[in-house]
């Protein structure tokens, strides 16, 4: 895979990008640390601070690290007829990191809770720290992408009428040091599965670590590989123009074809800030 990044930017005024989707031409943000889903235009405009959480008098800015919902994953919903964004806690702390909103409006916003899926998902054998980046919607289903590391292995999380199916997800070495999914995205059409990863010196799932680096790659015939115990990636990138930044999550602009597509990223180094990315793949 080749990659080439077309237009990039820093939001000083997004903290901490954790999630990122397109939705009706609109652009929506969410930080792990923030009472905020920030929605911005084609043009990278930033049209609306919407709030998710509760916001008490005068409460404007991040949510302390032992408090914060993280919410790490988000992606669109379909189901009965409507459309979401549907944006899950990493579940990496109990019970402030296992909720799930569905946000159909800023006048809808409907919050749930997790902690006995995730309490499921915390008994798996593979899982030694439970820490939900990515989901995506596939036939109906839901599938979670839980982070790996230098602790763990990475792995795809089938969620089917409370049913739990955990298949491992090998990844690269960035540095020498395993990578994590952070973010993933599915294009039906193609039955294409796109993620980014990045690794981090750290030896668990609640505390960052120095960043090394991030990658973006593909799973294709995802349908088939669904199938089995352990799903193999087909190619990747590692993204050496963007050093010292954590990829979070991606967004399909566009699929030109099985080997051409456009991506939005967002990245948070742990400052505070957040980089916006929009990366052409070739493979």
Same mark, same amino acid.
């Given at each position: 895979?080749?990659?080439?990044?077309?237009k990039q930017q820093?939001?000083?005024?997004?903290?901490s990008?954790?999630g990122i989707?397109i939705?009706?031409?609109?652009?929506?943000?969410v930080g792990d640390d923030?009472y905020?889903l920030?929605?911005?235009?084609?043009?990278? %405009?930033?049209?609306a601070?919407?709030?998710?959480?509760?916001l008490?008098?005068? #409460?404007?800015?991040?949510?302390?690290?032992k %408090?914060?919902?993280?919410?790490?994953?988000m992606?669109?919903w379909?189901?009965?007829?409507?459309?979401?964004?549907?944006?899950?806690?990493s579940?990496?702390k109990?019970?402030?990191?296992?909720?799930?909103?569905?946000f159909f409006s800023?006048?809808?916003?409907?919050?749930?809770?997790?902690?006995?899926?995730? %309490?499921?998902?915390?008994?798996?054998?593979?899982i030694?720290?439970?820490n939900?980046?990515a989901?995506i919607?596939?036939e109906?289903?839901?599938?979670?992408?839980?982070?790996?590391?230098?602790?763990?292995?990475?792995a795809?999380i089938?969620?089917?009428d409370?049913?739990?199916?955990c298949?491992?997800?090998?990844l690269?070495?960035?540095a020498?040091?395993?990578?994590?999914? &952070?973010?993933?995205?599915y294009?039906?059409?193609?039955d294409?599965?796109?993620?980014?990863a990045?690794?981090?010196?750290?030896? %668990?799932?609640?505390?960052?670590? #120095?960043?090394?680096? &991030?990658?973006?790659?593909?799973?294709?015939?995802?349908?088939?590989? /669904?199938?089995?115990?352990?799903?193999?990636?087909?190619d990747f990138?590692?993204?050496?123009?963007?050093p010292?930044?954590?990829?979070?999550s991606?967004?399909?602009?566009d699929?030109? &074809?099985?080997t051409? /597509?456009?991506?939005?990223?967002?990245?948070d180094?742990?400052?505070?800030?957040?980089?916006?990315?929009?990366?052409?793949?070739?493979?």
């Amino acid at each position: 895979m080749k990659y080439q990044i077309n237009k990039q930017q820093h939001f000083l005024n997004i903290p901490s990008g954790s999630g990122i989707e397109i939705w009706n031409d609109s652009i929506y943000i969410v930080g792990d640390d923030s009472y905020f889903l920030y929605k911005l235009d084609k043009n990278w %405009d930033l049209q609306a601070k919407l709030p998710l959480l509760p916001l008490a008098a005068g #409460e404007q800015g991040r949510i302390a690290k032992k %408090d914060k919902a993280d919410l790490e994953a988000m992606t669109l919903w379909e189901a009965a007829g409507e459309t979401s964004l549907l944006l899950l806690g990493s579940g990496s702390k109990s019970p402030q990191r296992d909720f799930a909103y569905h946000f159909f409006s800023p006048e809808k916003v409907i919050q749930k809770t997790f902690t006995l899926l995730y %309490d499921k998902l915390r008994k798996v054998p593979q899982i030694v720290e439970l820490n939900i980046e990515a989901a995506i919607q596939w036939e109906g289903k839901l599938i979670l992408c839980q982070r790996g590391g230098i602790f763990q292995q990475n792995a795809l999380i089938l969620i089917e009428d409370a049913q739990v199916e955990c298949m491992e997800l090998a990844l690269p070495l960035i540095a020498g040091i395993q990578s994590g999914i &952070s973010g993933a995205a599915y294009c039906a059409e193609k039955d294409l599965f796109l993620f980014c990863a990045s690794a981090e010196s750290t030896t %668990d799932a609640y505390n960052d670590g #120095e960043i090394l680096g &991030s990658l973006i790659g593909k799973i294709t015939n995802f349908s088939q590989k /669904m199938k089995k115990k352990q799903v193999s990636i087909n190619d990747f990138v590692i993204l050496g123009e963007i050093p010292k930044q954590k990829i979070e999550s991606i967004a399909m602009i566009d699929v030109i &074809s099985d080997t051409e /597509m456009v991506l939005l990223a967002v990245a948070d180094n742990d400052d505070g800030s957040s980089f916006l990315f929009e990366i052409g793949i070739s493979c």
